[in-house]
């Protein structure tokens, strides 16, 4: 099963240098296959978002994904962009730049656009309890949503524990993708 780290101010902080070795600390702790840059709050989002590129290109099995703005995924190399669930649009846009697209959805239908437009994978949250997040899908509406796509799907949403990848992994899910797991 796929790890998704994504990052998080509250956790990364936006100090370049510790950003960078706590960033590095905890890709060799957790090996994650995909990694997301997402902090809405820094004004320096693209100073911070080169580190992130450059922390992950250190290591061979890690994908690189910026949030929201695909001119800077493009620019900076990263492996794709993560587009919000407002960002159906520009999937294409995207994908005609060569990146990989992962895009948040929170519904069966939403997961459906997402494939037929051409996305590389989907989040699909929030699977367990998550702050602010609303009511939580739980394992087995996950369980039925793998079942009946064709795309990679990371369960998204409250997963901090060991015991919750064990049951996210039981539904076949691609992967997982968290911020909270990541973060010791």
């Avoid at 994504?6 to 090996?31: G, M, V």
């Avoid at 995909?34 to 590129?53: C, E, G, T």
């Avoid at 001119?71 to 794709?80: D, F, P, R, V």
Wanted: glycine share 4%.
């Amino acid at each position: 099963m796929q790890k998704y780290l994504i990052t998080s101010r509250e956790f990364y902080t936006d100090t370049p240098a510790i950003f960078r070795n706590i960033l590095h600390e905890q890709f060799c702790e957790h090996l994650p296959t995909y990694a997301l840059y997402r902090d809405k709050s820094n004004p320096n989002y693209d100073i911070q978002a080169s580190h992130f590129v450059e922390v992950c290109s250190q290591f061979e099995t890690i994908k690189s994904f910026i949030h929201q703005d695909i001119e800077l995924a493009k620019k900076l190399n990263a492996s794709g962009v993560h587009l919000t669930s407002k960002q159906f649009e520009k999937i294409e846009v995207a994908k005609e730049l060569g990146l990989e697209v992962i895009i948040s959805t929170h519904s069966y239908k939403e997961v459906q656009k997402a494939q037929s437009l051409g996305a590389d994978g989907v989040t699909y949250s929030p699977i367990f309890t998550s702050p602010n997040k609303g009511v939580p899908k739980g394992v087995e509406d996950l369980k039925r949503l793998v079942s009946r796509c064709d795309i990679d799907i990371f369960a998204l949403g409250g997963i901090i524990t060991q015991k919750q990848v064990q049951e996210i992994e039981s539904s076949k899910a691609y992967g997982f993708a968290s911020i909270r797991y990541f973060y010791t």
